[in-house]
């Protein structure tokens, strides 16, 4: 089985991040893997999106132009791509920062609004796991627990705060109910 | 080892240091900035010199100067910064003097764009400088690939005492896939009796030249040089071959787009179109032996580039004409999608049923 | 039984120059190969000269030579020094070379304190292309680019190369010397054997400019030429240490 992923929004948002958690998570479990960044000339405040795919055979292409999965965390990236979707897939879009809601029938639709979550929680910057979280309820892609392990073994263990955060941002997303 | 996820880009400069390089000369630009970076991090902790030079051109003639003291270097860079290397490319050339030179390309003419692009061929392949010369060129596709190729640059480059370059892409220096480094670190390099190290006042001078003023002389050392070239025109060359035996239609195709040429094939496959791809590794030596044998069964070629067409003539060359060979391709950082790509193949498909 | 009183130094090569009748490279040359010889570091120098006259100077030292792209001696010299610090390396460069195509590279390499020993021939003129302007031309000068004379609005002024790199953290050493009387002469050598000695002491970037004459090019008698350098290159390029420091890296040690 082969998923790709297209993960979107602005520079500053943890999105190439956020790839590079499930990229990561594949190949620790000893499937195939790719992650490409469109990049641009702007470190921060720009457009920034990441292809990412996981499959359990080889992987030709690294660009992912019909996404199984769109993370979509503004209305410029949601514009520009929720019409890509595959039908059957699913879309993760940050209802704090998209009114919007997509009129297809052939996908599936999740909406947290992430960003709002996560300064009510006082985890700024932690909308990408959070979205992490209710992605991995979602999918079952990886086990809850082994993912959340893999994402904070990335980070160094004196920044003992980071990892608590993340692991909190992760289980307020997995945990999340729409109404 | 376990495997990493790395950039392209980051596992170049990993590489490297595995291979025994510890100098690097390089100056920003994007999409490879990422290996001055990496390299400026790890070279200090192992003895080794990341320097940020004042221009390409100084940096390639620090190569130069390396090279001749006879230790492992590299430098890289971008498409306009590779042009202005081009001098010291082909002093280094003509002093026998290798090295790796990393082109992580992207669009142009001019300052271009930032995006990936394979628009350096011609330069790459043809004419990286001034005067009669070849470098050794690698095409990898993938981060495993590019790790790989390294390695073999270097080696190659030491071998046969010429400049490498990897020929890559915006695509394959941003992004991330597992990569595994083979074996331990390298430590016993070649010996190099011709560097300049200091004639400890043992042997005769060893001299760093490039420049013959009696014809007869400078046309000798460009003998030499190509029948050097002719044996890594017999030994070096690679390329790999998927799903070519029974193909009716090859794609002939490297780097990022072999890749997206891979899915393109496979989708045919499922319909029944019998296509398969031969995906040179080396750009130069170039797999004609390969395409020659290839044109003996398939009925048509389909060239796939991030550019206008520049391998065409060397597809063409190989197979002698005996097929028709069509182009498809984008440019100024647009890739294609396999979709586009399968379009060609059923076109194709459609005129040799 | 003779005694030899004067004879070649070891590390100048038993060939004829190429150089014209009355040039000064040969003088200095010889300077550069007495100073290697009396250091005792003939085994561990790698000189480099780059595209001008002095091209073929890797017929006429003994030690390793490289043949440098024209101006990227300096960056060529920084490759080889990073990487073998224990050799010796010096550069052997025209005016031309230095101060206009290479300039980025004499700057840079001398802002980074790199610890090599340039040796600079400012004669006023590009010699091996057949008497051109050179960026250290005197206004004035006729040459077969500036026929009516350098002048300041059209081909700009000569560049200073000494006060300009003396300006720069990173240069412990620079001097400007001759080589017009015995007497300059003694004090060139003297200059260029500081200048390797800075090398050997990890002082940083040392240069020592030379006033040179090009009969040829300039159209006069090696002797004439002598007095034309004194007359007119010494007023626009006086002589003397613009820049003598300890060590550039002391912050570093």
Redesign the interface.
Known sequence: MTTKILIAGFGGQGVLFAG?QI??MG?DAGM??????S???EMRGGTANCSVIVSDE??????V?TPDILFSFNIQSFDKFEKSIKAGGILFADSSLISKKSTRADIKCVYVPATELASENELTGGANVIMLGKFIKETGLFAKDEFIEHMVSSIPSNKAKLIENNKKAFSIGYNYEEN | MAKVLMKGNEAIAEAAIRSGCRHYFGYPITPQTEIAEYMAKRMPKIGGLCLQAESEIAAINMVLGASSAGVRVMTSSSSPGISLKSEGISYMVGSDLPCLILNVQRGGPGLGGIQPAQSDYYQATKANGHGDLHLIVLAPNSIQEAADCTSLAFDLGDKYRVPVMILADGALGQMMEPVEFSGNEKTELPEKPWATTGTGMKRKKNIINSLYMQPDELESSINERFKRYDVIEKNEVRYESYLAEDADIILVCYGITSRICKTAVGMARKEGIKAGIIRPITLWPYPKEALAKAAETASEFLVVELNKGQMTSDVKLAIECSRPVSFYGRTGGVMPTPEEILEQIRMIGGRIK | MSKTVFDRPHSLSPVPFHYCPGCTHGIVHRLVAEVIDELGIEGRTVGIAPVGCSVFAYNYFECDMIEAPHGRAPAVATGVKRSRPENVVFTYQGDGDLAAIGTAETVHSATRGENITIIFINNAIYGMTGGQMAPTTILGQVTTTTPYGRQAAVQGCPVHVCEMLSTLDGTAYAERVSVDTPKNIIAAKKAIKKAFTNQIEKKGFSIVEVLSTCPTNWGLSPADALEWLRKNMMPVYPLGVYKDVDNVHKEEN
Request: glycine share 10%.
């Open positions: 590079k990229a990561k190949m195939k893997v790719s992650w490409l960044p990049y641009g000339p080889e992987i030709g292409s690294p660009i132009n």
